[in-house]
């Protein structure tokens, strides 16, 4: 159980486009999901925390009109990344808690690798 | 401010037992996990600790001193395949997770 699915895998797109990357809770409910970058030999950065049926909550230095999320149903968070610059690759991971666990274990999904050309 | 300090690096031999330490000092405490990421993947859970003492879970247990602010990851009989970064994460509000900068553990034959 607990499995967390996130799609594409991997993108590489042009500069100035827009990129969005699904992530789906497949068999459990998730008011809250939330959204990482990181890069290389880094550690997890916390972008935002995304709640079922409201706002996202941004981190200090994390634009919202850039990095667009949409958390629109229990099992499912988007997160657009508007008019991607190079500076933007990245790995991007979401993670999802458990409506049903009052404890704040994250299951993580497989990550989208996202290359801006 | 949130601070989690954990060593950036360790070598063990495979076979051997290796001790990964994590010391926190956070406004809040709603837990504290273990994850292990290979290089290229995504997180994967470890343990939880949410009361002082030890949790074992096969060759992985772990060990939680809140009043010290200490927590360590324990590895027995270690395989190549346990080569990864291992995170060590404070629960924080909002169900939040507070991120310690991981510790990247290599093992030798």
């Known amino acids: 159980g607990a499995v967390v699915s996130q799609h594409p895998s991997w993108v590489i797109c042009k500069s100035g486009t827009s990129v969005k990357i699904e992530c789906r809770s497949l068999d459990f409910q998730a008011t809250t999901m939330f959204w990482y970058r990181q890069f290389p030999k880094q550690s997890l950065m916390l972008m935002a925390t995304?709640?079922?049926?409201?706002?996202?909550?941004?981190e200090q230095g994390v634009e919202k009109d850039k990095f667009l999320i949409n958390h629109a149903s229990l099992t499912l968070s988007t997160l657009t990344v508007t008019s991607a610059h190079p500076e933007d690759s990245s790995f991007y991971i979401c993670s999802a808690r458990d409506i049903a666990v009052d404890y704040n274990e994250q299951f993580f999904g497989p990550g989208t690798r996202l290359t801006v050309l | 401010g949130q601070n989690i300090d954990q060593p950036t690096e360790m070598t063990a031999t495979e076979g051997a037992i290796v001790q990964i330490n994590c010391t926190y000092q956070t406004s809040g405490f709603n837990g504290l996990f273990w994850y292990q990421q290979h290089a290229g993947e995504a997180p994967t859970f470890l343990s939880y600790?949410?009361l002082d003492g030890l949790e074992e879970k096969g060759r992985f247990s772990s060990f939680l001193s809140r009043s010290k602010g200490y927590s360590y990851l324990l590895l027995k009989e270690l395989q190549m395949k346990d080569s990864a970064s291992y995170l060590c994460?404070?629960?924080?509000?909002?169900?939040?997770?507070?991120w310690g900068a991981g510790t990247k553990l290599i093992i030798k034959p």
């Open positions: 995304s709640n079922e049926g409201s706002k996202a909550t941004y």
């Open positions: 994460a404070v629960g924080g509000s909002n169900y939040q997770l507070i």
């Open positions: 600790n949410v």
